[in-house]
């Protein structure tokens, strides 16, 4: 006798409710790490819903790392278990050069331009100026899910490091050194919270509007020269920024 089709509970929506099917299917091994997931429509058929229906909720699997959908392959799955959050705690120049060494980032386009009104106020630098911009995914080193979109702004001069953006490489701090003998003397880094762009949503996998931590760093050597730049849009469940301080230690009295 065959297996009964699954039936969505009243309770919950049809989404959050094939969602939680396919996660568990998904743990169980019916649907094994490295293999597809079965396509749109077999999936409608075999839990008995819409497409639509089966599109939110593997979105929910996409932003959890779970699957990752590949052009002209088919949807992967990746993971039997959703990661938990990447927890960075960046309170000082040495924590946040520790964290760039614990990731990784894949280059997916380079250009070349020219800093307008905007750009210029996020970066610090002059109207006009040219810039090598580096459209990236970043990932956690040995992972395949990306964590956050991030455009890397270079002076032209250090073009040469998006050579070196492959496999698990180190960071663009280091890389400017080694490559470059240019020491990142102070950071200035801004944080916001906004909605995924059109452009960071595509190529994450995302539904555009999707909460996102918007990081801008930048970085300037002695002289106060900005050096590169990096805006980070990271992934709402992927990331989480942790900081903490305390206070001094009060000096015994003479």
Not at 123 to 147: F, M, N, Y
Request: proline residues 6%; positive net charge; aromatic residues 8%.
């Amino acid at each position: 006798m065959k297996n009964a089709k699954p039936s969505p509970t009243t309770t919950l929506p049809r989404y959050v409710w094939l969602h939680e099917f396919l996660l568990r299917d998904i743990n169980s091994g019916k649907y094994p790490v490295g293999s597809l997931l079965p396509t749109e429509g077999q999936l409608g058929k075999t839990y008995g819903v819409s497409r639509h229906t089966v599109r939110e909720a593997t979105r929910k699997l996409v932003d959890s790392g779970l699957i990752s959908r590949r052009p002209s392959i088919g949807t992967i799955v990746l993971a039997a278990r959703p990661a938990a959050p990447y927890v960075a705690a960046l309170g000082s120049l040495k924590e946040l050069m520790d964290y760039t060494n614990t990731t990784r980032l894949e280059l997916l386009g380079e250009s070349r331009v020219t800093a307008d009104e905007q750009l210029a106020s996020d970066l610090r630098c002059d109207v006009g100026s040219e810039w090598v911009e580096l459209q990236t995914k970043r990932h956690l080193t040995g992972q395949d899910a990306p964590i956050s979109f991030t455009k890397v702004y270079l002076r032209p001069e250090f073009s040469g490091i998006a050579a070196h953006l492959h496999g698990d490489h180190v960071s663009i701090y280091a890389l400017l050194q080694t490559l470059y003998g240019q020491k990142v003397h102070s950071v200035l880094q801004q944080i916001e919270a906004t909605l995924m762009p059109a452009e960071a949503a595509v190529l994450l996998q995302l539904k555009v509007g999707s909460p996102a931590l918007r990081m801008l760093r930048c970085y300037f050597d002695q002289s106060g020269r900005l050096l590169s730049a990096s805006a980070n849009l990271y992934i709402a469940d992927r990331f989480r920024l942790v900081t903490s301080w305390n206070q001094p230690t009060p000096q015994p009295p003479d």
